[in-house]
Structures are given as C-alpha cells and as structure tokens.
C-alpha cells in the first residue's frame, strides 16, 4: 500500500448508500458491557459463536449452524413451509437420498429465487450461514436481505451443480423491522438450490462475551506457580510479582524511513510494538526507479534498526498489480523484457533479505488488479509464487488484498474470490507445496464496521488453514475513528485463526496515509491510546501480582508471552529469586496448567 493518500480505493459512498450501519454505541455503554463480559457476568449464558466453515464442496450440506437459529424450516424436513417465491421464480421442495431441500426455478431476474419473512432488530449483530448448489456450472450466489431501508449483502459464495457449498456471511441493521431473505444471482439460466440455513442473532454483549472467551480460550494459558523452600515444603503468603518481558502475538505498526532520524518516533514506536513493515521502502518504485540502478540503502538501514529492536518484519511488497504504481520504465518495457525485469527483480530483494524478514507479500492486489497478467499472461502471479518460493522456501508467501474483510458490496475480493485466486496460484505446475499465507489490508471506510461479515469472512478464509494476518489496518477520518479502530482490533486479535496484525499508521510531518496515531512530537492522537489501552488490556498485559495460597500457589491467566517471576519470603533462605517464564499455548486442552517450582 502506498503513502500517497490519493491512492486508489472504492469510493466509500458505495458502502455507504448500499448497506446499512449501526450507529457507534456510547462510549459509556461499551465501556459497561466490556466491564461486565470482562469480569465474566452472564458468559455461561450465552450462546457460543461457531468458528467453523466448510470451503469443500461437499455431496451432502452439513447440518445448519445454530440449528437454524431464527429460519423457519432451515433444513426443509416440513416442505416448503415458512418459504416462498421471491420475484419471478417457480419454487419446489425436492429430496435427493436422505436429504431434502429448496429449488428456484424458471429465474429471470437475478434476484428471482426463494424467500423467508424475518424481523429483524436493531443493535443485533446477526451471523448467518446456508448451503447452496446449482443446476449447472460454477456460478457466484449472494445471499441478501431486503428491509425496509434497502438491501444488505449478508455474504457471497461461488456454487456448483452437483455439490453443495457453504456460504457464510453476516450484517446488521441500523433500524427495527421486517426483511426478506432471498438469494441472487446474475447467471439466471441456472436454478438456485438451497439447505441448512441459519440466522443467528446476538446482543452486542454477547458478541464481546465471544471475543472475550476466545482470547481465554487461544491467547492466554492459566499458569500455577508454587513456590517451596529447600526443603521443598510450600510457602504460604510469599509474595510473587509476575512481568512481561516480550508479548507473543505479533502485534506492530508500518515504519517509513524517518524513523531512522528521530530518536522520539523511534522511542515511541519500539516501546510498543513486535513487527512492522515498511510503508514503501521495499517496493519495486522505491529501489529501482531508475531500470539497472537498484538502491537498497534505505530499507537495509531500516532492517538493521527493527534487528537492533528486536522487531520481526514483513516484506512487503516484491509486486504490485496496480497498473498506477510501476515505474515509467517498466511500461516501456515488451513482454520479453518485462519477464526479464520480474525475474531480476524477484531473485534480488528476495534473496537479499532472505531469512531477515517472517513473511513476502509477493504480489499485491491482485484481485483488484492484473497488471502483470495483461503482460506477461494469466499465470502471471502464480509464476511469481513459484519463483518465490525457489528463492525463499522458508517464509510464508502472501496474498495482499483489501476489502475482503472490510466490505461485502465489493465483489473483487469477496473470501470466495480470495480462496478460489489460491487455488489457482496453487493448482501452477511445482505450486503444490507452497507456504502460503494470507493477507487482509484492512483499510476500513468512516461508517461502522460490519463486525459480523468480517468473522465470518475470517472464518471461511481459515479453512485453509493458511496463516491470517491483518496487514494495514487503518480506519478512514471520521467522528468514531478510534472507536471503530478499537472494534477491529479487538475482533481481529478475538479471533482464534488470526496470527498477527499490523497497522498501516507510519509517521510523516505532513500527515500519515489515513490514519494518525500520534501527533507530530509524539503524543497519543484517540486513535493511538486505543492502541495503548488494547496491548496493556489485552494483548501484552504488563504484569500479575498477589500472594500464594496455602499449598504455596499462585493462579494467574497470562496472554502468551515471555515473563520474569520473582518470588520473595522473607522466612525463605534467598528472601527473593528470580526466574524466567515462557507462556506458551496449551495443547490437548482449553486451558494447560503450568507448574512451576522456585526453591526458595
């Protein structure tokens, strides 16, 4: 992503007049629900998210989330009641085998298909699932929900005759009342098939509740320290003070190069943050504007600085398809010669930082762009991919994309979109064995985030199993910027399949891309005491401290993590001892106990 705030993105008006928005809560209500799921009020209660989805196009759909939750019928066992036409289409319950289903028919419009009447409430956050098959070929089916105030895309999906495909999506509502669910397609020569369908909803309070007991769940592990004597009996009351030396989950924030000549930015950034990624640095624009003359000084500079740190860096990028962003040489250049230029290009910044960065975003948006392709060919990007991974077998290979997270109505990188541009890169001769990863920018517009499309965009895409991270996250200007900064971050970092995040935030005197952190002498802007409050809440929390029990034991939920202990009792033989824990994630249970003796 480019510093340059003129950089091309889709209108934000294209959000904003399709979808709707809850309006921001106040600041006093999320601060009393957080309060309140935080200390475990009313969590037994609610009802679980499921993280689950299925990107395998299976020969029966699997059983509805939620049982159903609010659908009548969801899996058809009692004909077609509950449904109905929606536009032109002829319906009909049909079973196959054991399973029984919907089917519209005779479509003419995209939008003729099968419908349920629902009520739908305000400041309800809704997930929704279905399973979707066609009568021929491989076509996308949206699901949509009309209201009183328009329609909203709950989630899109690419369906296939023969076979059933999960959809997963989901929305809310900035108003109270009834809506239509119907599914759409432009292909209107195919019948739409539909089973299992689910629409879940839940309080905001709920929602945080999940975003709390994941992070229990996947970020934390309950640690059991007893402190004993020489003798090993147990020290009741002694002291014990817990400190974070280093947070595991990769958490940081883009550089650019001032931060080489201002010891404040640096201060303020290193005091904070685990990773980064440089803003342009790295790009092809930047080390070779000019062809045959490639300058690594700046980012060699700022790699011996995030070493220095102790702070991982992602390499970003080796390719952008934005056909806006290639030097003016580069598009002088004939196929043959551009070929060359790539190769050359791919074999020197790789191998000059390999094994010095965790991961290459190897092409960048390349959903939204196909600027080497309509060069070089369509296996263009899978080509990169194979090189790259010749060259750097280690690192994790990067899709780099924005709006697949962040807005439903975009349907260049829907998840769908997303998965099926893997599979191609994947499906390339030698491909097969590709350490991929996945990339979401995360550049969020000014209206409320649809919270529940991004779970479940995450959701699908983790059925990969490919590692996800939020790459350049940033909230466009606006009267509840760090407020919805603050949502995103904590759904993104809740989520138990999210492995690292990034901030798309480096400082420039003039302003950064969207979104400020600080000010120019380094105070906190709101958007970067959200960031403060979230690593000190939730993601790197500082310290633990209390006494032992009894038996000698001290309890305490630590996130992951590398800690000093220090033990003190003054009946002890050494009053104090110090010694050093690494918290690491539990397996085989939700929460590993970890014992710890310290012979005092």
């Known amino acids: 992503m480019a510093s340059d705030p003129s950089e091309h993105r889709p209108p934000e008006s294209i959000e904003d007049e399709v979808e709707s928005h809850t309006p921001a809560p106040t600041p006093s209500r999320e601060r009393s629900s957080r309060a309140k799921s935080s200390l475990g009020f009313n969590i037994a209660n609610t009802l679980s998210y499921d993280y689950t989805a299925s990107i395998e196009c299976l020969a029966s759909p699997q059983k509805p989330q939620y049982n159903g939750g609010v659908i009548q019928n969801p899996e058809l066992n009692e004909g077609l009641k509950g449904w109905s036409t929606f536009g032109d289409a002829k319906i009909e319950h049909r079973t196959l085998g054991n399973n029984k289903f919907i089917v519209a028919n005779s479509r003419v419009h995209p939008h003729d298909s099968v419908s349920q009447n629902l009520n739908l409430e305000k400041n309800k956050i809704y997930t929704f699932s279905a399973w979707i098959q066609v009568s021929k070929g491989r076509i996308p089916v949206s699901a949509v929900f009309k209201t009183q105030t328009g329609q909203i895309l709950a989630g899109s999906i690419f369906a296939e005759s023969s076979c059933w495909s999960m959809l997963k999506g989901g929305f809310t509502v900035d108003a109270s009342g009834s809506a239509q669910l119907y599914f759409e397609s432009n292909n209107t020569s195919v019948d739409i098939w539909v089973d299992s369908i689910s629409l879940q909803p839940f309080t ?26 020489s003798q090993g009996k147990p020290l009741s009351n002694a002291k014990i003070s817990i400190k974070l030396k280093k947070a595991s989950f990769p958490f940081g924030c883009a550089i650019n190069k001032n931060i080489l000549y201002n010891n404040a930015y640096q201060n303020w950034f290193t005091s904070r943050f685990t990773v980064t990624v440089f803003e342009d640095e790295m790009k092809w624009y930047s080390t070779e504007p000019s062809q045959g003359k490639v300058d690594y ?34 598009n002088s250049l004939s196929p043959t010669d551009l070929s060359k230029a790539t190769t050359d290009r791919i074999n020197s910044i790789m191998s000059r930082y390999r094994g010095e960065v965790i991961g290459w975003d190897v092409v960048n948006e390349n959903l939204h762009f196909n600027f080497f392709e309509s ?42 979109k997303y998965l099926q541009k893997l599979r191609d890169i994947k499906a390339f001769p030698g491909n097969g064995n590709l350490k991929l990863g996945i990339g979401l920018e995360s550049h969020f517009s000014s209206a409320a985030p649809n919270l529940a499309y ?46 690292g995040i990034v901030i798309w935030s480096a400082w420039k005197p003039q302003g950064c891309y969207r979104m400020c952190l600080t000010d120019n002498n380094f105070k906190n802007l709101p958007t970067g005491n959200v960031v403060d409050e979230l690593l000190a809440g939730r993601i790197a929390i500082k310290s633990s401290a209390g006494r032992t029990d009894g038996n000698g034991f001290f309890e305490a939920s630590l996130s992951h993590g590398l800690y000093s202990v220090k033990i003190h009792h003054p009946s002890a033989k050494n009053s104090s001892l110090v010694q050093k824990l690494n918290v690491v994630s539990s397996t085989g249970a939700d929460n590993q106990t970890l014992l710890m003796r310290f012979a005092a």
Do not use: C
């Open 204 to 229: 905001e309070k709920q929602w945080m509740s999940h975003q709390d007991q994941a992070i229990e769940k996947t970020r934390k592990t309950k640690v059991r320290i007893q402190a004993v004597d």
């Open 375 to 416: 060069k070089l060919g369509q296996n263009a990007s899978a080509v990169f991919y194979n090189l790259a991974q010749k060259i750097d077998g280690t690192s994790t290979l990067f899709l780099n994309e924005y709006n697949t997270i962040e807005n439903a109505r975009d349907g260049d990188s829907t998840p769908a």
């Open 454 to 499: 991004m779970r479940a965009s995450i959701d699908t895409l983790a059925a990969t199993n490919f590692p996800i991270w939020l790459t350049e996250v940033d909230v466009q200007r606006g009267p509840y910027q760090a407020q919805y900064l603050e949502q995103i971050l904590r759904e993104a970092h809740s989520h138990p399949k999210v492995a």
């Open 297 to 330: 000084s700046v980012p060699d500079a700022m790699l011996q600085f995030a070493k220095k740190n102790n702070v991982l860096v992602r390499g970003h990028n080796v390719f952008w398809d934005d056909p806006k962003y290639q030097q003016g040489w580069i």
